[in-house]
């Protein structure tokens, strides 16, 4: 069975930075596409980004373009989104997803990191 641990949130102030980390264990997702989601207080959760294990240029939703970047290691089995710029309404709770190419949900979720930014 698969299970995705997101690790790597907390409090940070406006301007700052923090790296998350998404571990993957119970088999390698060659094939799948691992995407981050941001769930606000009160609000629905959101497309932050996505990258496939195989290859191809990420996607970003647009409130995220140019300051949050996915990447992975394959190798680690890991996927990371790297957040500079940090703003207050970047505060939520991210949660790290994973789908097979051939569908369009998401059937893989972590169990969430909160991510804190203080103004």
């Known amino acids: 069975q698969v299970r995705l641990v997101e690790s790597g949130g907390g409090l940070v102030q406006a301007g700052g930075s923090l790296r998350l980390s998404c571990a993957a264990s119970g088999r390698t997702l060659s094939n799948y596409v691992m995407a981050w989601f941001r769930q606000a207080p009160g609000k629905e959760r959101e497309f932050v980004a996505a990258?496939?294990?195989?290859?191809?240029?990420?996607n970003y939703g647009d409130s995220w373009k140019g300051r949050f970047t996915i990447s992975k290691d394959n190798t680690k089995n890991t996927v990371y989104l790297q957040m500079n710029s940090l703003k207050p309404e970047d505060t939520g709770l991210y949660y790290c997803?994973?789908?097979?190419?051939?569908?369009?949900?998401?059937?893989?979720w972590g169990q969430g990191t909160q991510v804190t930014v203080s103004s």
């Open positions: 990258i496939s294990w195989s290859g191809g240029s990420p």
């Open positions: 997803a994973g789908r097979t190419p051939y569908v369009t949900n998401y059937d893989l």
